[in-house]
């Protein structure tokens, strides 16, 4: 579901960037983005996103440890999440795919904006 490579984007302009290249990529939100900047910022960015891209994007909201941050995510329509296994994970999970929604416990690796532009896919992940 998440093509790489995976590009870390905090803002609307990184997210345009990162899809102007025009392959296939993962945007990846910044560590905690659900609680910080909210679901709704995240889908907004991302959907924008896609309005302007070539390529296939997919996108991972970081949810932290904070599975109430997770559901409001899925209730908002983000697809992919990241959300850190502890109480709440498994049920999170089924929503998650009851809505063809995929749920990591753990960030991928990922590259800077910076590395996606140049070109070099093979950039060491941050």
Same mark, same amino acid.
């Given at each position: 579901?998440?093509?790489?490579? #995976? $590009?870390? #984007? *905090?803002? @609307?302009?990184? +997210? =345009? %960037?990162? #899809?102007?290249?025009?392959?296939? $990529?993962?945007l990846l939100s910044p560590p905690g983005a659900a609680g910080r900047l909210g679901a709704?910022?995240?889908? $907004?960015?991302?959907?924008?996103?896609? +309005?302007?891209?070539?390529?296939? #994007? %997919?996108?991972? /909201?970081?949810?932290?440890?904070?599975? *109430? @941050?997770?559901? +409001? !995510? /899925?209730?908002?329509?983000?697809?992919?999440?990241? /959300? !850190?296994? *502890?109480? *709440?994970?498994?049920? $999170?999970a089924a929503a998650a795919a009851s809505l063809g929604a995929e749920v990591l416990d753990?960030? &991928?690796?990922?590259?800077? =904006?910076?590395?996606?532009? !140049?070109?070099?896919?093979?950039? !060491? &992940?941050?």
């Amino acid at each position: 579901m998440f093509p790489a490579p #995976v $590009v870390l #984007v *905090g803002d @609307h302009a990184a +997210a =345009i %960037a990162a #899809v102007g290249v025009g392959r296939p $990529v993962t945007l990846l939100s910044p560590p905690g983005a659900a609680g910080r900047l909210g679901a709704l910022w995240w889908w $907004v960015l991302a959907e924008a996103a896609r +309005a302007r891209a070539s390529a296939p #994007v %997919a996108d991972l /909201l970081d949810c932290a440890d904070a599975p *109430g @941050h997770a559901m +409001a !995510a /899925l209730r908002c329509g983000c697809r992919g999440l990241v /959300l !850190a296994r *502890g109480p *709440g994970f498994a049920r $999170v999970a089924a929503a998650a795919a009851s809505l063809g929604a995929e749920v990591l416990d753990s960030r &991928p690796p990922a590259m800077t =904006i910076l590395d996606w532009r !140049a070109g070099d896919a093979r950039a !060491a &992940p941050r």
